[in-house]
Nanobody, 123 residues
């Protein structure tokens, strides 16, 4: 059973930093692409950043230069370092994994989600 547990959210003033973590269990961590999404009140869930199995990273334009995604395959953990936070970064942040080979992943296939962690940025 795939399980993703996020941590590291909280309240911070604009300009501050937070480090989100996502510990994954239930599949072969290194075999699947991973990503961070966020959903602000009244808005659709948005892809923030992704990292594939080769370590290639992508970011939505609004966080480029401020956020850094990384993964530690030895620790089964995905990270999102968020610097220079803005009020508009306020949202629930979700960790997601996307496995496209059940054989390589040890049985996991498709997209799985964590429960989310709240990030609140104030002025």
């Amino acid at each position: 059973q795939v399980d993703l547990v996020e941590s590291g959210g909280g309240s911070v003033q604009a300009g501050g930093s937070l480090l989100l973590s996502c510990v994954a269990v239930g599949y072969i961590f290194s075999s699947c692409d991973m990503a961070w999404y966020r959903q602000a009140p009244g808005k659709e869930r948005q892809l923030v950043s992704s990292i594939d199995t080769a370590g290639d990273q992508k970011y939505v334009d609004s966080v480029k230069g401020r956020f850094t995604i990384s993964r530690d395959n030895a620790k089964n953990t995905l990270y999102l370092q968020m610097n220079s936070l803005k009020i508009e970064d306020t949202a629930v942040y979700y960790c997601a994994v996307d496995c496209d080979s059940a054989y390589e992943s040890g049985g996991a296939y498709g997209k799985y989600w964590g429960q989310g962690t709240q990030v609140t940025v104030s002025s």
